[in-house]
């Protein structure tokens, strides 16, 4: 998509991003000790750090990862959200206050409280960074993915700002910082993001969406002998078909442009349909519909096709309540875009086609996830895993645990996890229709579903459109910020002072956090660069995945099952972490990240917790018997 840089988005980011320097050289003065600096000295108020759980939690995935999904694949998005708030009753009924009272700085703090065993340390400060790295690497990608409309900067760039300001905020202030600014983002992003529904309600469905949309053409022909007939235009020349399982693309030229289309039928009438074309000629250059990308060739897309109410197609509904809302969407018809990848001749071409999609399948699962028409025993095992990781994943994030440690009490853990859910609770409602909004508003990137939620805010005004981003701009910030502390944590405090015994002093122990700081924010930027254009929600679900595997059946065995061993918690966590890392590098999107088919992938699965979960636990079980047996033999 082609984005105009705006003077008023880049005032309203700098205004941002100075702030959030402005807080964190402030709050730099309280970070002098190891508690000031990982866990704000324990004196954070339980309604701030609720909020700030809510802006730690509602990271790039939530705000733009499912806002894309939902406007890309409907109901399949939202389970999303159904999954990631699902995942707070876990941690206020079983990890809340427990947490809070075993641990100190870390999430290793807690599970080795009993033990004082140096394989804890160690397997829970690997399991740590694991997991922080990946739930980086999407803010990474939303990051960059946001600069690129607001300043006009090439993706790569955009990480390394957000890489370099949420360095600077953890190696200057640590977590008391990072509380203030996760805070203010997340009451910012539930306040805004409401202000965008109410928009999206007021203006209801119409056919004619944006004044930037741009419909596609649709021509009433059919091709013989390697001709077009029956179009309106004789001057199109056919240059070749592809043939994509049931779908034929044929390839037209007409006063020297080329152009992508696939053959459809309306009835008993055959049709072309044009399609948005990205193609990668020999010599490197980039064509998009035939033409350079500087001709504005490339649509942006996504409307209502049809619009039924009580029978009849009318061309607007006006404004609409919430449920009227959804209720009108299941009784219309919308014009998706589906993408094919495939190479012609020397061409490698990515085509986005529309997809005329009726309301009601939009509102129900099956468009990404295929539970029922299409379903193999993969795709549902597939989605079983993804929904029991979301499930389970939230009370074995380390940057989410670590938040217990900031508010004095365990009955103001208690407090805060319910401030969390409700303000989470309030914000996942308002992605069903942001995202729905974005389907159906003509404001679509093809090509980045991550953009779904800012370009709907666009369609709306320039100044809302730099508002929403800048704020998602800072939730990006808010989370890197808790996730480089909790990273920080696990190298300075759980690896060098508690597993190598470094002698540090209080202040050595604040300068190793923030050289560690350093590191992971280096390593983070430059994943963030590799995996620029993997969904941020897909890729979030993949960090849950593994928290899921490694860190919970540890939490919760040492909770509730006395038989638990030192052992059976650092061979459990070692398992965890194995097995959900070497199911995902063997996985689909990885075998295309390395650029190989992804039929050709060992594991079929994308998500791997419905294998790795249960091995975590079983192994728990397992070496805690053998080890307690052999201790006890010993005796």
Partial sequence: MIYQVSFTAIVIFGIFVLSVLGLSYFFARKAKSASGYYAAGGQIHWLVNGIAFAGDYLSAASFLGICGMIAFFGYDGFLYSIGYLAGWVVALFLVAEPLKRMG???????????????????????????????????????????????????????????????????????????????????????????????????????????????????????????????????????????????????????????????????????????????????????????????????????????????????????????????????????????????????????????????????????????????????????????????????????????????????????????????????????????????????????QNSNMSAPLLAKTFGLTLFSIISAIAFATILGTVSGLIVAASGAVAHDLMDKFLKIEMSEKGKVKAGRIAAVAVGIVAIILGIIFEKQNVNFLVGLAFAIAASANLPAILMLLFWKKTTSRGISWAISVGVLSSLGIILFSPTLYEIYGLSPAQAPIPLQNPGIISIPLGFITLVVASLLTGKRAAEKA
């Fill in 104 to 446: 100190k700085y870390t999430f290793a703090d807690a599970l080795d409280a009993k033990f004082n065993s140096r394989s804890i340390k160690l397997t829970a400060a690997i399991s740590t960074l694991v997991v922080s790295i990946f739930y980086l690497i999407p803010q990474m990608v939303g990051a960059g993915a946001l600069v690129t409309p607001l300043l006009g900067l090439p993706h790569w760039l955009g990480v390394v700002i957000v890489g370099s300001v949420v360095i600077f905020i953890v190696a200057t202030a640590g977590m008391t910082s990072t509380t203030y600014v996760q805070f203010i983002k997340g009451a910012l992003l539930i306040v805004f993001s409401f202000a965008l529904v109410v928009m999206v309600l007021n203006k209801g469905i119409n056919l004619s969406p944006s004044k930037e949309y741009h419909r596609f053409v649709t021509l009433e022909a059919s091709l013989s002998a390697g001709r077009v007939q029956g179009v309106a235009h004789p001057d199109y020349r056919v240059l070749g078909q592809h043939r994509e399982g049931e779908l034929t693309f044929v390839k037209l030229e007409r006063n020297g442009v080329t152009s992508w289309w696939k053959l459809a039928a309306a009835g008993a009438k055959p049709i072309l349909e044009e399609a948005l074309s990205i193609v990668s000629l020999e010599d490197g250059t980039v064509l998009y519909n035939g033409e350079p990308k500087e001709n504005r060739k490339f649509y942006q897309v996504g409307h209502v096709n049809k619009i039924v109410v009580d029978g009849k197609e009318v061309a607007a509904t006006g404004p609409l309540g919430p449920f009227a809302f959804l209720n009108r969407i299941k009784n219309s018809e919308i014009t998706r875009f589906t993408s094919k990848a495939f190479s012609f001749g020397s061409e490698n071409v990515r085509l986005f086609y529309q997809n005329v999609t009726p309301g009601r399948e939009v509102i129900k699962p099956g468009l990404y996830y295929k539970l029922d028409k299409g379903a193999t025993i993969w795709s549902r095992l597939d989605f079983l895993s993804l929904m029991l990781a979301l499930f389970l994943g939230t009370s074995a994030l380390p940057h989410i645990l670590i938040r217990y440690y900031t508010v004095p009490s365990q009955r103001a853990a208690r407090k805060s996890t319910i401030v969390a859910i409700s303000a989470i609770g309030l914000f996942y409602i308002l992605t069903l229709f942001m995202g729905t909004g974005a389907m159906i508003n003509g404001g679509l990137d093809v």
